[in-house]
């Protein structure tokens, strides 16, 4: 009797055994699938904060070219400004060069006639 008995505390010794090792495998699968879900969600977080920090960077760099982009049209806008401002300067000497000119025949036209006047009437004493 006590040889079964014997037996029979062995083979329920044994499921306790079984049964905490079969635990403690799930305690440790448990704990290897925790590890891996919070190594998980570090490399989602830092995948999302490099993503933002991306996103940061392209809408400097658009800031950035935009800017340029507006202070080149600005000098564009400054240059065309001082290019029409020297044309108008040029046509207002070209234009008060043929005034003076035209002035200058205008008082050689009016010399000649009136020369051509006075030596009529000189000739018309000296008759």
Known sequence: VSTQSTGKKQIESQKETQKEEIEKLRQAQNEETQKRIENFMREREELEKNHKLQGLEYA????FLQQTIETQNQEIQRLQNIHHHHQQERETERERENGHEEREREL???FEREREGVEREL?????
């Open 123 to 127: 000739e018309k004493e000296r008759e």
């Open 60 to 63: 400097h760099q658009l800031s």
């Open 108 to 110: 050689r036209e009016q």
